[in-house]
């Protein structure tokens, strides 16, 4: 099961990242790139725990609906999300905030199970835990980039 770690560095308060990373519209402001915008559940402003949200995006050229809910959170600090319907067999993406002198540190850890077995495991080594390592990355990136804009 592949796992991709990233940390990026905001000037701003762990709260404003905490809540800025968990707002709907906001997120799809970070994933133009794939359309993505939300479908179902959820559609608009904060998540909370217990919440869904549907999400629509184009992947490899497909469009695609992925559904997760938010299994925990800790205001401020921790919210997790999983898959509950999709293109992967599972995934969880813990979303952690840490005050660092200056800001703070948001840390992305996406693990994931790909479908189809052994034809998962390879296409992950070809291009899928790239593809959703640049993901993960240019998402932090655009957060850093709108909370950054706003102060």
């Known amino acids: 099961m592949p796992v991709i770690r990233h940390q990026q560095f905001i000037k701003a308060s762990v709260e404003v990242c905490f ?7 906001i997120h799809t402001q970070t ?4 359309k993505e915008k939300a479908v179902g559940g959820v559609t608009q402003g904060y998540l909370e725990k ?9 992947h490899f050229g ?4 992925l559904t997760a809910k938010v299994i925990h ?14 293109a992967f067999s599972s ?17 992305d850890t996406f693990e994931y199970k790909s479908p189809f077995g052994p034809i998962g495991i390879i296409a992950d080594k070809l291009f899928l835990e790239r593809y959703m390592t640049g993901f993960i990355i240019s998402r932090a990136r655009e957060l850093k980039r709108i909370v950054e804009k706003g102060n």
């Not at 959170?73 to 999709?86: C, N, P, Q, R, Y």
């Open 19 to 25: 809540n800025l990373a968990r707002n709907v519209d």
């Open 31 to 34: 994933t133009s790139k794939t």
């Open 50 to 58: 217990g919440d869904t949200v549907t999400w629509e995006a184009i």
């Open 62 to 65: 497909i469009k695609q609906r």
């Open 73 to 86: 959170m800790e205001k401020s600090t921790v919210f997790v999300d999983i898959m509950v319907k999709g």
């Open 91 to 107: 995934f969880t993406h813990t979303h952690q905030f840490k005050e660092e002198k200056g800001g703070t540190i948001m840390i």
